[in-house]
């Protein structure tokens, strides 16, 4: 297959069909050997990481993924540190950062804010995160995360667990399962955490059948992938929602001793008190194990799109 990365921006995961997602997948088997070495492909390349809202994971795993394949990085982070905070717009910043490095990681609390900035720089820009709309490359390593477990990511049951309406990369981990063949996708959470229409419309376009619960509990028993995700607070309109919803679901060992045996917890993390300390010690947690895919998985993208070698 030829490489139809290269050069392209990572707006959405709906970008990407499933033999994309099967390469990037062979080529993070391929990056895993570097993760704790380096090699110089992208000797010379700058990757700016334009991060104008918090991030840790993701801001790290891109960052330690572009130095292992010897590339440079420049970075911004929060909006006071640069000079959006003396005014000036986003437009402005991408073509500066557009001019000095090769690509760009660019996440923002805005939703479409990497696609306008994909029209407007020349050079590739990856989606590290727009509002509560799309975070493609944290659903890559979540799919790979999966792959990894099970060996596939078709015919399994998954439950997704938590903050569906704000939650980008829970949103981001459900249209990436339309590309593949799940064979039960239950969407869990409060009455007012449940996924956007404009969500459900896309999925059902796209031939995905769902279930929309609001407990895990009649279901516990027979899935395999329960994703949980942190409930958003600071997308929250009005705080006194936030203070409805919060605490309403929580993954602990009195509901996972009804688990079906092999059965995987996945979060993108942050995690606040979506799953109890307890189970981090149990064979059902995956978290840290996804945690530590995402500097192969995003090697392996940074790769594809610049013509590195791995
Ligand atoms: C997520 C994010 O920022 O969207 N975290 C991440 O990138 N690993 C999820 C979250 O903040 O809850």
């Keep these: 297959m030829d490489n139809p990365y290269r050069g392209v921006d990572v707006i959405s995961i709906?970008?990407?069909?499933?033999?994309?997602?099967?390469?990037?997948?062979?080529?993070?088997?391929?990056?895993?050997?570097?993760?704790?070495?380096?090699?110089?492909?992208?000797?010379?390349?700058?990757?700016?990481?334009?991060?104008?809202?918090?991030?840790?994971?993701?801001?790290?795993?891109?960052?330690?993924?572009?130095?292992?394949?010897?590339?440079?990085?420049?970075?911004?982070?929060?909006?006071?540190?640069?000079?959006?905070?003396?005014?000036?717009?986003?437009?402005?910043?991408v073509r500066m950062l557009d001019y000095y490095s090769d690509l760009?990681?660019?996440?923002?609390?805005?939703?479409?804010?990497?696609?306008?900035?994909?029209?407007?720089?020349?050079?590739?820009?990856?989606?590290?995160?727009?509002?509560?709309?799309?975070?493609?490359?944290?659903?890559?390593?979540?799919?790979?995360?999966?792959?990894?477990?099970?060996?596939?990511?078709?015919?399994?049951?998954?439950?997704?667990?938590?903050?569906?309406?704000y939650g980008r990369a829970i949103t981001s981990f459900l249209y990436g399962l339309t590309r593949f063949k799940p064979s039960a996708v239950y969407l869990v959470s409060p009455e007012q955490l449940k996924p956007r229409e404009e969500v459900l419309t896309k999925v059902r376009e796209l031939g995905l059948k769902y279930e929309v619960l609001e407990s895990l509990d009649p279901i516990i028993d027979e899935v395999d992938v329960v994703y949980v995700s942190r409930i958003q607070k600071e997308r929250f309109p009005d705080p006194l929602e936030y203070a409805k919803v919060r605490g309403s679901y929580t993954i602990d060992l009195k509901l996972l001793s009804r688990a079906k045996p092999g059965l995987k917890v996945l979060h993108?993390?942050?995690?606040?008190?979506?799953?109890?300390?307890?189970?981090?010690?149990?064979?059902?947690?995956?978290?840290?194990?996804?945690?530590?895919?995402?500097?192969?998985?995003?090697?392996?993208?940074?790769?594809l799109i610049l013509g590195g070698e791995l």
């Design 14 to 93: 709906l970008d990407f069909g499933r033999r994309e997602l099967e390469l990037l997948f062979e080529y993070a088997d391929k990056a895993q050997k570097y993760a704790r070495s380096k090699i110089e492909s992208l000797k010379g390349k700058v990757v700016a990481l334009a991060f104008f809202e918090p991030s840790t994971r993701t801001r790290f795993s891109f960052e330690v993924a572009a130095k292992r394949l010897g590339a440079d990085v420049i970075s911004i982070s929060g909006e006071e540190a640069i000079s959006t905070a003396k005014g000036e717009n986003l437009a402005d910043s």
């Design 268 to 303: 993108p993390l942050p995690r606040v008190d979506e799953i109890a300390l307890e189970v981090d010690s149990t064979v059902y947690a995956a978290y840290f194990y996804q945690a530590s895919l995402a500097v192969p998985v995003r090697m392996a993208l940074l790769s």
């Design 104 to 165: 760009i990681v660019i996440r923002h609390k805005y939703e479409g804010a990497a696609k306008f900035a994909a029209e407007i720089a020349v050079n590739p820009v990856i989606n590290g995160g727009d509002g509560w709309q799309h975070h493609p490359t944290q659903a890559m390593i979540d799919l790979y995360t999966v792959q990894k477990l099970f060996g596939t990511v078709d015919g399994l049951k998954y439950a997704l667990v938590g903050d569906l309406k």
